[in-house]
């Protein structure tokens, strides 16, 4: 076959192609037409949405957690969590926005309901704490495993100090191992606490927690 014949060959299929894409559009223009519509009509509905309503409710939102992140600084933790009269506390805001409020909110909450003792509405807001830093979520984790530590359920603390500490690899972890090494003294799992200790010698020994760490190594092993 010739190159001339390809080419005329070619051509043909285009136009056939052409001509039924042509009669297709004018047979359903209608249809095409409503469908088209209907995804403006949509885009425009959801551009609204994010403009008119969700941005300023976020925008509220955040400016509502002004007063009750005063009170959380100032060690206020009731007022920071239940309000005071005047101004929301997080347990509203929360309420009222959810995640508008941003991630923090939960974190607030969770560590105001801590200090109140009480631990299981702690962990219901804790939990809900899905921030992208991994610091504040380690953070997170380890205050879970201090409500679990406050209800005396030891194996369930310990658990979340070792999370908390394996989620981010920093001086903080120290911390979170030094935790759960004491709930397993309390379980009296001297071979774990040992581990977490010996952890923390090795991994993290110029840390406060490293620094003092040879006494509570020598407390489980005298004790064996």
Do not use: W
């Amino acid at each position: 076959m010739s190159e001339n014949k390809k080419n005329l060959d070619a051509e043909q299929v285009v136009g056939e192609a052409t001509i039924e894409s042509v009669k297709f559009i004018e047979k359903y223009k209608k249809q095409l037409l409503a469908a088209l519509l209907a995804i403006v009509i949509i885009a425009l509905a959801i551009f609204a949405y994010d403009k008119f309503y969700s941005e300023p409710r976020s925008e509220e939102a955040m400016a509502q957690t002004f007063v009750a992140e005063q009170y959380f600084r100032a060690d206020s933790f009731a007022l920071a969590l239940n309000g005071d009269g005047n101004s929301l506390g997080f347990e509203d805001i929360i309420k009222e926005y959810g995640h508008k409020a941003g991630d923090a909110v939960y974190m607030y909450a969770g560590i105001c309901a801590l200090q109140l003792k009480d631990y299981e509405k702690a962990i219901s807001y804790l939990t809900k704490y899905d921030g992208n830093d991994p610091i504040l979520k380690a953070r997170s984790i380890s205050n879970i495993g201090d409500c679990y530590a406050g209800m005396a359920k030891f194996k369930e603390a310990a658990d979340y100090y070792v999370k908390a500490a394996k989620h981010a690899d920093n001086m903080f972890a120290a911390r979170y191992y030094l935790k759960a090494g004491i709930m397993f003294e309390e379980l009296g799992d001297k071979a774990q606490a040992l581990a977490q200790y010996q952890t923390i010698k090795d991994k993290y020994p110029q840390t406060e927690e490293g620094y003092q760490i040879n006494k509570y190594i020598e407390r489980v092993k005298i004790s064996e």
